[in-house]
């Protein structure tokens, strides 16, 4: 079974690196791009069926590892 | 005064700690690799400093899910003193020990330069040799130094008298927010900083501004 966890910085925190990268693409000639906020996938390979389950162990390792609560949110995709 | 630093695989500032703790000290401190279990019965363990698995997902993620760090959380639990300098310092909020969080440099840039500090108090075991309010020298060498907190632990963290140290004289060099270098936790044994004061403690330094805070524990101890 194939999950995606995506891990974004929660609203109000400060992100330094997309800010660089939303002046970069509107040094580019970008001139639609109202803001840029980075964040990161992680694709994880489970050998279990149960989707149940699954979702409920991806949540855990993004509390124990994948992701910082104090500064990000996450979601969990299941295919 | 008894001591340990942890050492993870990345870490790179762990022999300048063993040589201010020596120095300092009198005694030679114990080395403890991330994959034991149990931390030896000393007064102070300190996390230093470097880039403990690369830095990879975030900085002192890893680090912070170690073998070793169970034993930390209960010797800090029971009151034995914790130092976290740099990485140590994002290595013990990624494990929950302190509030907040250490994101990138608000100027994206890795820092390596000398900063001010302010000690915001000396009733800690931590800061007692320096005067209240006393300005000080201390190098930074980090890319992720931006300390963050949301708007009700920040609070909590200056109304409880967390706050240990300050950047001071405009030296914030990373963004942090209300000039943070340095917090302890609640119970006041737990204590992490950005900047380096391992490396400012004898002549060749460049100075001795440093040596106050291990002086501060030689005392406590």
């Not at chain 2, 912070?64 to 290595?91: H, M, T, W």
Request: negative net charge.
């Amino acid at each position: 079974m194939k999950a995606r966890v995506i891990v974004t910085l929660k609203n109000g925190v400060l992100d330094p690196q997309g800010k660089a990268i939303e002046g970069a693409l509107g040094g580019l000639g970008f001139g639609d791009v109202g803001s840029v906020r980075q964040g990161k996938v992680f694709d994880v390979e489970l050998t279990g069926s149960d989707k149940a389950a699954a979702k409920a162990e991806l949540e855990q390792m993004c509390e124990k590892l994948l992701a910082n609560t104090v500064i990000e949110n996450y979601a969990i995709e299941i295919a | 005064m008894k001591t340990a630093v942890i050492v993870f695989p990345g870490s790179n500032r762990d022999r300048d700690m063993f040589h201010a703790l020596e120095l300092i000290t009198g005694t030679r401190p114990q080395s403890v690799w991330h994959t034991e279990s149990t931390l030896p019965d000393v007064d102070l363990v300190v996390v230093p400093g470097g880039f403990s698995y690369g830095d990879y997902l975030r900085s002192g993620a890893i680090a912070a899910r170690s073998p070793i760090l169970k034993d930390l959380v209960a010797k800090a639990d029971s009151g034995v003193a914790v130092l976290g300098v740099c990485n140590g310092f994002q290595i013990l909020t990624e494990a929950g020990l302190l509030p907040g969080a250490l994101m990138r440099n608000a100027g994206l840039t890795f820092v390596c330069r000398e900063v001010l500090m302010e000690t915001v108090t000396n009733a800690t075991r931590f800061s007692s040799k320096f005067e209240k309010g006393q300005v000080w020298r201390c190098p930074v060498a980090h890319h992720d130094g931006n300390y963050f907190a949301d708007a009700d632990t920040l609070k909590q963290i200056e109304d409880n008298g967390q706050v240990v140290f300050r950047y001071a004289g405009d030296t914030n060099p990373n963004g942090s927010i209300n000039d943070i270098a340095g917090i302890m936790n609640a119970k006041g044994n737990v204590l992490g900083m950005m900047p380096h004061p391992e490396n400012l403690i004898e002549p060749l330094n460049g100075g001795l501004d440093g040596r106050l805070l291990f002086e501060s524990l030689l005392e406590a101890a």
